[in-house]
C-alpha cells in the first residue's frame, strides 16, 4: 500500500513535444504529490507539487493532472527540450503533525532528441 | 540563502567498516531526512530528524542511525557496512510538512 507506481520506465520524445510520465498510488492517506527531476550525479530537484484538492497545477512548461478517484496523477512536459532530458521521480507522502515520509516511483529516463 | 549540502561527495569504504556522513540543511528549514538511492532506483527513505528526534524511520535496520544538531545540520552513520549498502545516500531537509529539497549526495561505495 505504501509503493508508488511509475510509468513508463523510459521515454524518448523529439523537441518541442510533449512528455508525459504516469504515478499510481494505493494509500488513499497520501495527501501531497511532488515531482523531482534528477540529472546524473545530482540530487533530485523539486520541479512541482500537488495536493489532491485541486485536479491541475500548471508551472510554466510543467502540469501535474490528478485524478483522485483513480488514484493517479501525471506530469506533462509541453514543448519538450534537449535539456529536459534527465530522470523524473513522482513521489507522494502523508502529511501529519509528525512529519512526512516520502514514497518514490522507481523513475523515468527521458531523453529528448535535438 | 544557502542549499542543502552534504559531505563527503565520495566515499570508499569496506565491508564490516563505519560511516559518517554529513549534511547541512536549508538556511530557515527544521527537519532533515534521509534517503538511500540504490542505482537505476528511486530513493528509499531512511529516517528524519525534527528537532534532534527521530521523527519517522522507513524500512532500514538499527544500524542505520542519525543525528540532528541545535543547528539543525545532520549526521547518518551506518554500522556493519555490508556490500548493498553501496548506493547514493541523500539529505533533504525542509520545514516540518513542506516540500523537501535535496542536497547533491554521498556517493558511497562498499568493497
Known amino acids: 500500500q505504501q509503493q508508488v507506481k511509475q510509468s513508463p520506465q523510459s521515454l524518448i520524445v523529439q523537441k518541442g513535444g510533449i512528455s508525459i510520465i504516469n504515478c499510481a498510488y494505493e494509500n488513499t492517506a497520501f495527501d501531497y504529490f511532488p515531482w523531482y527531476q534528477q540529472f546524473p550525479g545530482k540530487g533530485p530537484a523539486l520541479l512541482i507539487a500537488?495536493?489532491?484538492?485541486?485536479s491541475e497545477k500548471k508551472e510554466g512548461r510543467f502540469t501535474i493532472s490528478f485524478n483522485k478517484s483513480a488514484k493517479q496523477f501525471s506530469l506533462h512536459i509541453m514543448d519538450s527540450q534537449p535539456g529536459d532530458s534527465a530522470t523524473y521521480f513522482c513521489?507522494?507522502?502523508?502529511?501529519?503533525?509528525?512529519?512526512?515520509?516520502?514514497?518514490f516511483g522507481p523513475g523515468t529516463r527521458l531523453s529528448v532528441l535535438p | 540563502e544557502t542549499g542543502v549540502t552534504q559531505s563527503p561527495t565520495h566515499l570508499i569504504k569496506t565491508r564490516g567498516q563505519q560511516v559518517t556522513l554529513r549534511c547541512s540543511s536549508q538556511s530557515g528549514h527544521n527537519t532533515v531526512s534521509w534517503y538511500q538511492q540504490a542505482l537505476g532506483q528511486g530513493p528509499q527513505f531512511i529516517f528524519q530528524?525534527?528537532?534532534?528526534?527521530?521523527?519517522g524511520r522507513g524500512n532500514f535496520p538499527p544500524r542505520f542511525s542519525g543525528l540532528q544538531f541545535p543547528n539543525y545540520s545532520s549526521e547518518l552513520n551506518v554500522n556493519a557496512l555490508e556490500l548493498d549498502d553501496s548506493a547514493l545516500y541523500l539529505c533533504a531537509s525542509s520545514l516540518l510538512t513542506e516540500a523537501q529539497y535535496f542536497g547533491p549526495g554521498t556517493r558511497l561505495l562498499v568493497l
Open positions: 530528524y525534527y528537532r534532534e528526534e527521530e521523527n
Open positions: 513521489a507522494a507522502s502523508v502529511r501529519g503533525n509528525y512529519g512526512q515520509n516520502f514514497v
Open positions: 500537488i495536493r489532491p484538492d485541486v
